[in-house]
């Protein structure tokens, strides 16, 4: 009994720190942890170090903990974002049919754009699953609409470069949201890898905030010189798509 009596204890402890971390409004430190939980510092420590390697805690840039990438992995998977794709699934259907390319339906989750489904290309090439590819919001159309109608903050440091094409400045990155904006859709050329175009638009939700990015992306060859007419052609769905959105009450579209 004593040794079940203390498992209990620990994993009601560990349980405790996880609730403490995804409950606050900021990344918390580990003095501010050990402090909430009233644990030994050494405790703590195990504590923490065991919730990082399963996944449940992860820390950021500063060393602050924050919910770790399970919780990414199951928000990318279930609900709000469940109904979301159910009604896009139709639209993306039929994206998929009118370009042939390769249609996308990103959300975000935190700083990370998180691709929640796609509709493959008619073409072989072209097709791959991008569901579980992690790319940096700023090399991706998807990831640009977000920064456009900001519901994303633009990075405030140097960003990383994956091709020559790739925007890193974040004034630039913030002049390119504005053509996008005045456009309405986003497009990368070559900015994620060399040969690869995607263009993406926004859809809004019930409140009218941003709350996915809708895209197709495929070869620079068969989509340079289409850009305005999927471009249009994106904006219709999304639009439509909106609406529907906006006649779901909260709790059954996305909140």
Do not use: C
């Amino acid at each position: 009994m004593p040794e079940a009596s203390t498992g209990t204890q620990a994993v009601d402890r560990a349980a405790a720190l996880v609730s403490t971390v995804v409950h606050a409004d900021a990344p918390l430190t580990f003095a501010d942890l050990q402090e909430a939980s009233g644990l030994a510092k050494s405790t703590t420590s195990r504590m923490l170090a065991a919730l990082e390697r399963g996944g449940l805690l992860e820390r950021d840039a500063g060393g602050s903990y924050v919910a770790g990438s399970l919780f990414w992995l199951y928000a990318a998977r279930h609900d709000p974002w469940e109904e979301l794709v159910r009604l896009a699934r139709p639209a993306m259907e039929r994206i998929g049919e009118e370009t042939s390319e390769t249609v996308h339906l990103s959300v975000t989750r935190g700083d990370r754009v998180v691709q929640v489904a796609q509709v493959d290309s008619r073409y072989l090439l072209g097709t791959r699953d991008w569901t579980e590819v992690d790319v940096p919001p700023h090399t991706s159309a998807l990831g640009k609409v977000f920064y456009a109608w900001d519901a994303l903050p633009i990075p405030p440091g140097p960003l990383a470069a994956l091709t020559e094409n790739t925007i890193t400045d974040p004034d630039a990155l913030a002049r390119d949201g504005r053509r996008t904006r005045s456009r309405g859709w986003a497009v990368t050329d070559g900015e994620l890898e060399i040969g690869l175009t995607g263009i993406a638009v926004p859809v809004h939700g019930p409140r009218g905030d941003v709350v996915a990015a809708l895209g197709v992306s495929g070869p620079t060859t068969r989509l340079e010189d289409r850009l305005d007419e999927l471009g249009t052609n994106l904006s219709s769905h999304a639009t439509q798509l909106s609406t529907l959105l906006r006649g779901r009450a909260p709790k059954e579209g996305v909140a």
